[in-house]
């Protein structure tokens, strides 16, 4: 079964970094795109980013172009959110999300806590 | 930027039939996914392109879409599906996801 694993979130100060790691298993990493999806303290979900299973092509919300970057690492079987520049506003749980074959969220992983303050 | 909405609440009681509507103007072009999420739980996938159930999604669980709208029905609901649905596409490039606001759905 899938299996998606979320680890290094943290608290950071405003203007820091942080690189979220998220390790898949039960499926072929590579095969698939992924996705990163967000979620603030008692708001709905908020897409951030989908890195395609070709690897080369990524697509990111507004809210986090030219601060996040989203990559993946098929020998690992690891999928990596890069956040730079954080913001109060980018507290929130931040979860894994596997792509099915039309590329929306299939499986899900549980979720790491980022809290950006001071 | 590219919307999905969707009322923020629907009530129904238990054995009725819950109905809960996205719209978004790519949607006669785009699949449309429903996820739910109960409190302090992980999103789980409920209805897949359009009107396709995962394994394990009980029956009373379906999904249309006509035009601009996709709908997710659940017919007969019981009280453990009390829950946030959301739905989530693609703008008209497939590129850039979004998610509707979401909607509690409250049995009882």
């Known amino acids: 079964q899938v299996q998606l694993v979320e680890s290094g979130g943290g608290v950071v100060q405003p203007g820091g970094s942080l690189r979220l790691s998220c390790a898949a298993s039960?499926?072929?990493?590579?095969?698939?795109?992924m996705h990163w999806v967000r979620q603030a303290p008692g708001k709905g979900l908020e897409w951030v980013a989908f890195i395609r299973n070709d690897g080369t092509s990524n697509y990111y919300a507004d809210s986090v172009k030219g601060r996040f970057t989203i990559s993946g690492d098929n020998s690992r079987k690891t999928l990596y959110l890069q956040m730079n520049s954080l913001r109060a506003e980018d507290t929130a749980v931040y979860y894994c999300?596997?792509?099915?074959?039309?590329?929306?969220?299939?499986?899900w992983g549980q979720g790491t806590l980022v809290t950006v303050s001071s | 930027s590219y919307e999905l909405t969707q009322p923020p609440s629907v009530s129904v009681s238990p054995g009725q039939t819950a109905r809960i509507t996205c719209s978004g103007d790519a949607l006669p072009k785009k699949y449309a996914y429903w996820y739910q999420q109960r409190s302090g739980q992980a999103p789980v996938l409920v209805i897949f392109?359009?009107?396709k159930r995962p394994s394990g999604i009980p029956e009373r669980f379906s999904g249309s879409s006509s035009g601009t709208m996709a709908t997710l029905t659940i017919s007969g609901a019981q009280v453990e599906d009390e829950a946030d649905y959301y739905c989530y596409s693609t703008d008209s490039s497939g590129n850039l996801w979004v998610f509707g606001g979401g909607t509690q759905l409250t049995v009882l």
């Open positions: 999300a596997k792509a099915g074959a039309t590329e929306g969220i299939d499986n």
């Open positions: 392109e359009d009107s």
């Open positions: 039960g499926f072929t990493f590579g095969s698939y795109g």
